[in-house]
T-cell receptor, first 117, second 113 residues
């Protein structure tokens, strides 16, 4: 079974600064997808960014980018120019192909990000 | 707006009571899921339905049952609620074969006293 580990329960960053959230995963699959989800106090789960394992290029979405190290099974999220609205719980998630057509997501335990004004 | 609708948003139950959480999606997705979220544990899969007419257990199925009523609706039932089932429950859907993550409902906060 796949596992996803987020070793930083809490992180803080000054507004306008850069912060990196860590995520590692364990899998025996060669093809899979990785995701970062944001959960603000509203409880809504919002997709931030995704990475296909077969792509060597790191995904980027505006101020959000990832550092995907397939051999190390590491998938960190970098938030540049942090804004107050970035404050939220962030979840790393894995989705493989061996779970059949359902392809369920496996989540890490989350990192609570605080943005300091 | 298209998406996943969960009801209710909040619920308080007494130990031993039963209830059903409702979920409906209008995106014609094949797959639907129920997760629970507990502090420090992320989201854990309770049950999922790969397609209409099929359901399978996830990581934490004990104490729950599900029904895939049709392609749109996937309900989660607690037959005899226990305090350990106090949690936030999320329903989600996705199109099989399309890797775009999930579309989530807004969650149900359930408290069992």
């Amino acid at each position: 079974a796949q596992t996803v580990t987020q070793s930083q329960p809490e992180m803080s960053v000054q507004e306008a600064e850069t912060v990196t959230l860590s995520c590692t995963y364990d899998t025996s699959e060669s093809d899979y997808y990785l995701f970062w989800y944001k959960q603000p106090p509203s409880r809504q789960m919002i997709l931030v960014i995704r990475q296909e394992a077969y792509k060597q290029q790191n995904a980027t979405e505006n101020r959000f980018s990832v550092n995907f190290q397939k051999a190390a099974k590491s998938f960190s999220l970098k938030i540049s120019d942090s804004q107050l609205g970035d404050a939220a719980m962030y979840f790393c998630a894995y989705r493989g192909f061996s779970s059949g057509s359902a392809r369920q997501l496996t989540f890490g335990s989350g990192t609570q990000l605080t943005v300091l004004p | 707006n298209a998406g996943v609708t969960q009801t209710p948003k909040f619920q308080v139950l007494k130990t031993g009571q039963s209830m059903t959480l409702q979920c409906a999606q209008d995106m014609n997705h094949n797959s639907m899921y129920w997760y629970r979220q507990d502090p420090g544990m992320g989201l854990r899969l309770i049950y999922y339905s790969a397609s209409e007419g099929t359901t399978d257990k996830g990581e934490v199925p004990n104490g729950y049952n599900v029904s895939r009523l049709n392609k749109r609706e996937f309900s989660l039932r607690l037959e005899s609620a226990a305090p350990s089932q106090t949690s936030v429950y999320f329903c989600a859907s996705s199109e099989a074969g399309v890797i775009g993550g999930y579309t989530f409902g807004s969650g149900t906060r359930l408290t069992v006293v």
